[in-house]
């Protein structure tokens, strides 16, 4: 009985990796409440046949050749460095249990073509969700007229009734401003949320 709750565990936590691509310990702690972080680093190394780890600032797992046969993924991570991107797209996840997480998916209608980082739905309604991390402002500019471009196909207000709203999620205190402006001056919706704030 004790061998099957484990194995039912460690299939979450893959699926978990294979679902957010990148787990760092804390994180694995708060979604699949393995006690303390010094439990939780016990149980990462048991699971060592089907993960691979680095450190950034905390240990970093995911999913090695083993670990993607035994819960069929075809997605292949390997190490890198700085991973805070998917990190904090993981915090999002992690406080708000989403009932739809879709990454990197191109929404495309006529020509205007924007790729969120990921496509949510949350209690109900659906939203882009942009992580700020080391990203110019520029670049975040230019994919807010993006946004405006779809705003104004008027596809979204047909199939839903409204545009949905963009949150993103920044490392800088002083980048929320800027970007709450930005998306304000186009007319979008938006909420710019620190990451601190989800951890």
């Not at 565990?9 to 708060?30: A, G, M």
């Not at 989403?98 to 990921?118: A, H, M, N, S």
Request: glycine share 4%.
């Amino acid at each position: 009985m004790k061998n099957l709750k484990k194995e039912q565990r460690v299939d979450e936590i893959l699926l978990s990796l294979k679902r957010l691509d990148y787990l760092c310990t804390t994180q694995i702690q708060k979604l699949h409440n393995l006690g303390g972080e010094r439990n939780t680093r016990r149980f990462m190394q048991s699971m060592s046949e089907y993960v691979s780890n680095f450190r950034d600032m905390e240990n970093v797992y995911y999913l090695n050749k083993k670990g993607r046969e035994r819960i069929s993924s075809d997605v292949i991570r390997s190490k890198i460095s700085p991973c805070t991107h998917y990190l904090m797209r993981n915090d999002f996840y992690i406080k708000n249990r989403p009932e739809l997480f879709e990454t990197e998916q191109i929404v495309e209608v006529g020509k205007v073509r924007v790729r969120p980082d990921v496509w949510v739905k949350l209690r109900g309604g659906y939203y882009f969700l942009e992580i700020d991390n080391t990203q110019r402002m520029v670049k975040n500019e230019q994919k807010i007229e993006k946004y405006r471009q779809l705003l104004d196909t008027g596809a979204f207000q047909k199939q839903f009734g409204y545009f949905p709203r963009i949150l993103w999620v920044t490392c800088l205190a002083s980048r929320k401003k800027s970007l709450a402006n930005k998306c304000k001056e186009m007319g979008l919706q938006t909420t710019v949320i620190q990451w601190e704030e989800l951890r």
